[in-house]
DNA sequence: ATGAAAGCGCTAACAC
DNA sequence: GTGTTAGCGCTTTCAT
C-alpha cells in the first residue's frame, strides 16, 4: 500500500478510483491512527489554504459577531476556516494583519475594514488575492460589496421623525472616511430636504469614530449650536448609545425632550434606557453573502463585482415620540 | 546569490552571519519585488504554524471579544496570528473546529469552550498540542488555567446584598458541566450559609444556558416557586439580562421589588435599565495572560500546570437596593 | 487499480 | 560568509 493510494482513499474525488475494499481499510487506519490530513502540507502543494482571513474594525461592537457567524456559516460546510483578525480601527495593526494573512496563504479576504480610499485593498488586488467588502465599501466599485441599504434605512428613519412632527432633526454621523458614514449622511441630506426641511434645521455633525465616546462628543455638540433640535439621528448605535448617556448628563430626557434614532439594531439595542428605535440592518445575512460572493470570486476570478444591498427595516421602540409641545 | 542566503538575510536570528552589505541587497531587492516568506511553507519545515488556535462558545456574549483582544495583543507582538473559533455552545461544531484546528497544525489552544469532562481535551493531550484553559475550567488540574476568582466575587455580592438587608435570595445558576457554573454555585452556597441563611432562603436554580432565555425562565421559576425572593445573583450578565426581562413582564420592578447582581461586567452592563450591579472581571488581561502561559507552555512542554485566578471586583450600580419593607 | 517519482517554498545541517 | 543538499507531508502526473 503506498501512500498515494492512501491519499486518493481518502479525497472523496479521487476514491472513485480504488476498489471498495482498498478504500475501506485505509479509512478504518485512518481512524484508527486518529490520522488528519496535514492542511498545511496540502496547501503547499495546491497552493490553496482552505482558510479565508476576515478583517474587523471592532469585534466589541456588537455589530460584528453575528457577520461572523454568517461567514462561518457559509464556509465552514466547504471545509474553509476564517482566519480573525481585529485591527481596532488602527491602520498600522491593519497593515501588520494584513500581511500577517498574505503570508498565510489565505485564498481570499473578507474585508469589513474598507475606507473610501484603501491601500490595502489595492496592494490586495496587486497581489492577486479576492476579495470581498461587507458593510463598508470604497470609493470605486472594483470590489463586490455586501451591505445593508443605507439609503432606504436613514429615508425610513427620517420619515418615521418627521412623521412624528419632528421639523429640527440632526444627524450624528460617523467618521469621516468610512463609507457608511458618508452614505447616510447624504441620505439624510435628501431625506431632509425631500420632507421639506431647510439644511439649517437639519445639521449634520460628524463622530471621531462609531463609538459611544463619539456620539457623546456630537451629541453635546448638536446641544450647544443647535438649541432648538428635537430629535437625532445617530450614524449606528453605538453613537446613539454615547448620545443617550449625553442627554442623560445634561438631565436631558428621551425621547420626551430629544427623540433618538440608532442604525443597526444592534444586540442590546433593544435592552438600552430607553429601548432604541433603530434601523434593523440583517448582520447574519450580510456575513453569509459576503462568505458566499467571496467563494464564488475564488472560484472565477474574473468575474464582475457585484454590489449586493440588502434591504433595512425600521424597528420602532421607546427612544421616539412627538416634539414636547 | 543563493536562496538560502536570501532566507538567512530575512530572518533577524540568521541576519548576523551575513556581510552588512549582502543583507541590504536582500532586503532591498524583497522590497521591491514585494516578497512575503511563505508562513505555510516554512511551518511545513519547521514544524511550527505560528498560529494558534482559541475556541470561543459564543462571540455574541460581550464577555469573549475583549478576552480575544487580550490574546491578540500577547502573541502578535511574537509574529503569531490567531485562528479564533465559535462553537455555539454545540458540541459538534466544537469537535469540527477542533479537527480543523489540529489539521492546521495549531502550536496550541487556547479553550473558552471547557466542560467539566471534556474528551477533545483528553485529544488535545494525546496529540500533544499545548493547551491553556481561559474562563471556564476542567474537572482536573491538568490544564493551565486563567480565570477570574469566581469565589471572591460571590462573596462579595453577597455580602452586598445580605447587607442591604436581603435574607432571602436565589442564585441563577448558568448551565450544568460548565465549570464556572458549578464554582459560582458553590461558593453561592458558602456564602449564605455564612452569612447564616437557611438553604431554604437560598434556592439555586440552573439556567439552560449563559443566555437572555436561560435566565428569563430560571427568574420565572424562582418567581413561582419562592416568592418571598427579594434578591438574585445571577450566573452571569446574560442570565441577569434574561431575569430583568422576566421582572418587567411580570411588572415587577428592580431594584424595589427585586434586586439583581450580575457577573462579569460585561460591556453595556451599566446602559441596561436598570444599570446591572454586577461582579468585574478584567476580560482583557484574561485572554492576555492566557495567551502568555501558552507561549511559555510551547516554549517548554514539560512546565506544570499553573493556574491563574485574577481579582474580581463588586461594581454597585442600581440593579440593587435594600429590599421594601 | 495501484505504484513511483517529482516538487510545492522553505530551512537546517553541513560543506567549503 | 555563502553555497549545497535534503526533506517537511502532501498531491499529482505518469507509468504500469
Redesign the pocket.
Known sequence: ????????A??PT?SG???R???ARVVEAAQRLQ????T???G????RSSTIGVLIPDLTNPLFPPILRGVEEAIMPLGYTALIVNTDNDPERETANFHALLARQVDGLIVATARQHDPMLDEATRRGVAVVLVNRGTGSRQFPLVAGDDREGVRDAVAHLVGLGHRCIAHLAGPSGVSTATVRASAFREAVAEHGLAPEAAPVVGSHGYTEQGGADSMRQVLDRHPGTTAVLAGNDLIALGALRALQARELRCPQDVSVVGFNDMRFADALSPALTTVRVPHRLLGFEAARLLLERIGTPGAPAKTLLLPCELVVRKSTAPPAA
Chains 1, 2 share one sequence.
Open positions: 500500500m503506498h501512500r498515494s493510494t492512501a491519499a486518493r481518502l479525497n479521487t478510483l480504488l476498489t475494499e482498498t478504500v490520522y488528519t490530513p496535514n498545511i502540507a496540502r503547499l502543494r495546491t497552493n
